[in-house]
């Protein structure tokens, strides 16, 4: 049964991040047998979800151990690891992260996202397949990210806000 898409958080960055992951397929620029970060011949789906983020407009934090961008593969698929700026939802929609047994992959339309396989950037139903029912949906909600301090050169450190902060607001 197709999982319906809400249209709640329809903003500019979220159709950006569909449209850039959409314009990448068909790329070979995440094949593992590049060198660019993580490194060659590991997989590069998270660089890929990350770049696209990025260029979108969405912020996506760099891990502080390695200076790796973004997050690790495994944090966006645990519900209990907390991204700033990213909120686990229900119902995934176009510029959302979905990830499951730690590959991620940008949601473009109803059941359908861009990842990486096999080297290449492809449009799959990845995180929709029948199995992937506790895959996770992330989504980008600026609102959420706290104060920023820079730390060193490309080092930022981003804190959420606290829930008390929040609702004092």
């Given at each position: 049964?197709?999982?319906?898409?809400?249209?709640?958080?329809?903003?500019?960055?979220?159709?950006?991040?569909?449209?850039?992951?959409?314009?990448?397929?068909?790329?070979?620029?995440?094949?593992?047998?590049?060198?660019?970060?993580?490194?060659?011949?590991?997989?590069?789906?998270?660089?890929?979800v990350g770049e696209v983020?990025?260029?979108?407009?969405?912020?996506?934090?760099?891990?502080?151990?390695?200076?790796?961008?973004?997050?690790?593969?495994?944090?966006?698929?645990?519900?209990?690891?907390?991204?700033?700026?990213?909120?686990?939802?229900?119902?995934?929609?176009?510029?959302?992260?979905?990830?499951?047994?730690?590959?991620?992959?940008?949601?473009?339309?109803?059941?359908?996202?861009?990842?990486?396989?096999?080297?290449?950037?492809?449009?799959?139903?990845?995180?929709?397949?029948?199995?992937?029912?506790?895959?996770?949906?992330?989504?980008?909600?600026?609102?959420?990210?706290?104060?920023?301090?820079?730390?060193?050169p490309k080092r930022v450190?981003?804190?959420?806000?606290?829930?008390?902060?929040?609702?004092?607001?």
């Amino acid at each position: 049964m197709p999982v319906p898409i809400r249209k709640e958080s329809d903003s500019a960055v979220h159709r950006n991040i569909a449209r850039l992951a959409k314009l990448k397929v068909g790329s070979k620029d995440f094949s593992k047998d590049l060198p660019k970060e993580p490194g060659c011949g590991l997989e590069k789906h998270n660089k890929f979800v990350g770049e696209v983020c990025l260029s979108a407009g969405a912020y996506v934090p760099r891990r502080i151990i390695n200076n790796v961008l973004p997050e690790n593969t495994g944090d966006w698929s645990d519900r209990a690891t907390s991204i700033p700026g990213w909120n686990v939802v229900v119902y995934p929609q176009p510029g959302d992260v979905i990830a499951y047994n730690g590959r991620p992959a940008i949601v473009v339309s109803q059941n359908t996202s861009v990842t990486v396989v096999d080297g290449m950037v492809k449009e799959t139903n990845w995180g929709f397949k029948v199995g992937h029912e506790n895959a996770v949906v992330r989504r980008f909600l600026p609102k959420n990210i706290g104060p920023v301090s820079v730390v060193g050169p490309k080092r930022v450190r981003f804190s959420q806000r606290d829930s008390s902060e929040t609702a004092s607001q």
